[in-house]
C-alpha cells in the first residue's frame, strides 16, 4: 500500500498538518498507522469532514448562515 506524511496530506486536502494529526489521532482515517513518531496515511484517504464548521449542516429555517 502506498502511504503519504502528513504534509503531503495537507498540501493535498488544504488543511494544516496539525489538523490531520488531530484527525489520525481521533481515528478518523480509516488505514493510518504511526510508525515512531510518524503519521502515515493511505495514498486513497478522503478527506474527514470537519465537525467544527456547519458544513453539511441545514438549519431549521434552511440557511447555512453563522449567527
Do not use: F, H
Not at 3 to 19: D, I, N, Q
Not at 28 to 56: F, H, S, Y
Amino acid at each position: 500500500m502506498d502511504y503519504m506524511t502528513l504534509k503531503e496530506a495537507s498540501e493535498k486536502w488544504g488543511v494544516s498538518p496539525r489538523r490531520i494529526n488531530y484527525y489520525c489521532t481521533a481515528g478518523r482515517i480509516p488505514g493510518a498507522v504511526k510508525m515512531a513518531t510518524i503519521w502515515l496515511l493511505p495514498k486513497n484517504a478522503e478527506k474527514p469532514i470537519d465537525g467544527r464548521t456547519k458544513q453539511g449542516k441545514v438549519q431549521r429555517d434552511g440557511k447555512n448562515s453563522l449567527r
